[in-house]
């Protein structure tokens, strides 16, 4: 699966968001400064070559979609994370954060609450 740019990330979280939505759509769900309308028409299509995005002819227009759940983008994303930077290791992930200080000991304990309450389930 191919990678996202932080545009394009940010374009399909607004997608993910609303399920559907024009171009138009799209700008006016962007926080802060608002982009312009051909630099989102055109990074929608780059999605679409990348297989991230389908369309349906609505009038004049197009109305854009998600091809690909906001879940299973985040499980790759997270993947190459792990095996790029941990050689795979959640373990070594989690120590590293821990060790910089950015999960604190509850942090923690709630992760593994979440893990233990997920085993159950299998």
Do not use: C
Request: glycine residues 6%; proline residues 2%; charged residues 25%.
């Amino acid at each position: 699966m191919k990678q996202l740019t932080k545009a394009e990330e940010e374009i399909m979280q607004i997608l993910w968001k609303l399920e559907k939505a024009n171009v138009k759509t799209i700008i006016e769900n962007f926080k802060g400064s608002k982009p312009a309308y051909n630099t989102v028409s055109t990074i929608v299509r780059i999605l679409e070559s990348k297989g991230f995005v389908g369309y349906e002819k609505v009038g004049k227009g197009h109305v854009y979609f998600p091809l690909l759940a906001q879940s299973e983008y985040s499980n790759q994303s997270i993947s190459k994370l792990v095996n790029g930077y941990f050689q795979g290791s959640f373990k070594s992930m989690v120590s590293f954060f821990m060790e910089k200080n950015d999960i604190s000991t509850s942090e923690l304990e709630d992760i593994l609450k979440e893990v233990e309450k997920n085993n159950k389930k299998s």
